[in-house]
T-cell receptor, first 116, second 111 residues
């Protein structure tokens, strides 16, 4: 079956512009996660969705970052007024279950964001 | 604070030379420990989940083990295609919505 897909695979933008990153989770997975991976760094948790709600937004680095999920499926991560420090690979993962009974997370290929 | 530390940062082996990667963790109630493989330019690929001390899992040339403080990923007779970054992550009962990743071990296997 299809895995987690993300688009675009690469995005180059100018400082100050807004960007939208998309994630299509594995069909039937109720939980969806966004992570950020900066060069040479580990994965940094950003936000978790259970269905369409986001019970944990603790990792969003600033109010320029927001995310939504519609129909319990596709999610969009939006970064407003991008800064150069936002340059990173943004990874999406999904799992069959979230919360206390959380199951294994499966990752997409990521979106490489470069802010000039 | 939940924390994951992986060592070494990088490891270069000759083809066929077995070794182990270490993942030390501190977590307030371990829900699960995960190993992922990540190739350059790609997302992490799931390898194993371990839930309790003493548990072991195997897949081809890889075997993962777990104690109350650390996990090892043993690589037996590696091949060049095993070259990748191996990531360890933990999930705590206290914050079950996210997993905490280590910074990874970059493994390079020379033919």
């Amino acid at each position: 079956g299809a895995g987690v897909s993300q688009s675009p695979s690469n995005k180059v933008t100018e400082k100050g512009k807004d960007v939208e990153l998309r994630c299509d989770p594995i069909s039937g997975h109720t939980a969806l996660y966004w992570y950020r991976q900066s060069l040479g760094q580990g994965l940094e948790f950003l936000i978790y969705f259970q269905g369409n709600s986001a019970p944990d937004k603790s990792g969003l680095p600033s109010d320029r970052f927001s995310a939504e999920r519609t129909g319990g499926s596709v999610s969009t991560l939006t970064i407003q007024r991008t800064q150069q420090e936002d340059s990173a690979v943004y990874l999406c993962a999904s799992s069959l279950r979230g919360g206390q009974g959380a199951s294994t997370q499966y990752f997409g290929p990521g979106t490489r964001l470069t802010v000039l | 604070e939940d924390q994951v530390t992986q060592s070494p940062e990088a490891l270069r082996l000759q083809e066929g030379e077995s070794s182990s990667l270490n993942c030390s963790y501190t977590v307030s109630g371990l829900r699960g420990l995960f190993w992922y493989r990540q190739d350059p330019g790609k997302g992490p690929e799931f390898l194993f989940t371990l839930y309790s001390a003493g548990e072991e899992k195997e897949k081809e040339r890889l075997k993962a083990t777990l104690t109350k403080k650390e996990s090892f990923l043993h690589i037996t007779a590696p091949k060049p295609e095993d070259s990748a970054t191996y990531l360890c992550a933990v999930q705590a009962y206290s914050s079950a919505s996210k997993i905490i990743f280590g910074s990874g071990t970059r493994l390079s296997i020379r033919p």
